[in-house]
């Protein structure tokens, strides 16, 4: 909810960076319970128990999953249709849980056929790795929002492609974008001829937001025009600087 909240007086880029938040906050769960499972699993990896009730446990198990696989295909389609990482972390949570609930239909299944008590334990260590993995996961993807991370290099140069594919552009540069939530932002200079009047230039400018905008239709897009050729210290020639 805060974070579809649109910009305000105090916040003019809007509230998008609270996904990220949320984000971590859900990986900070997935994390604690990897490191719970991984407490039990070594317990039990001492100290071997014998399982009890396997059958009523694999009957509950097996509703949970019928429920929690409903719920993961409505957060697809809230994914698909907001791109919320909120919505994606809190996925990976769901996700965790109907793979839990697998090893651990597994994991009772063969003790009950084998004998052997020390399958449970092990089954719970993978599962262990396997929420690991996906909590950093999800941490990185909020680190990168963020951070302001770029948009990935295909879509830059989808952006850069239809910018310049208006007759009157000459070039491109300093192009910016960033994520926040749901929000997508976008800055570039457009390098026009320095003949033109503010007008013509503004106009130009405008086609091509609107190019940009059909292909990104929730950007926020800024276009800066500039002279052709003007020599002005740039973004791209800094960030070139320092690579070198």
């Keep these: 909810r805060q974070a579809a909240q649109p910009p305000d007086r105090a916040h003019r880029y809007g509230h998008g960076k609270a996904e990220a938040i949320g984000a971590f906050v859900q990986a900070g769960f997935v994390l604690g319970s990897a490191l719970f499972l991984a407490s039990e699993a070594v317990g039990r990896l001492i100290s071997p128990q014998p399982i009890e009730q396997s059958r009523l446990g ?47 239909i597994a994991a009772l299944v063969l003790t009950e056929a084998t004998g052997w008590r020390i399958i449970d334990p092990l089954f719970g260590l993978g599962i262990v790795l396997v929420l690991l993995y996906g909590a950093f996961g999800v941490a990185r993807h909020a680190l990168d929002m963020l951070m302001d991370r770029e948009l990935p290099a295909e879509q830059r140069a989808y952006i850069r492609s239809l910018a310049l594919e208006h007759p009157r552009a000459h070039n491109v540069h300093d192009l910016r974008t960033r994520r926040a939530g749901a929000d997508v932002f976008i800055e570039l200079h457009l390098e026009l001829d320095g003949e033109l009047s503010l007008e013509q230039a503004h106009d130009i400018a405008h086609e091509v937001e609107a190019r940009v905008r059909a292909a990104f239709p929730a950007a926020d897009i800024i276009v800066h025009q500039e002279p052709a050729g003007l020599a002005d210290e740039r973004l791209d020639a800094q960030i070139a600087a320092a690579e070198r």
């Design 58 to 104: 694999i009957a509950v198990l097996l509703l949970a999953m019928l429920l929690t696989a409903a719920l993961l295909g409505f957060q697809r389609f809230v994914v698909r249709r907001t791109g919320s990482i909120a919505i994606q972390a809190d996925s990976l949570h769901y996700r965790s849980d109907l793979l839990m609930n697998l090893a651990v």
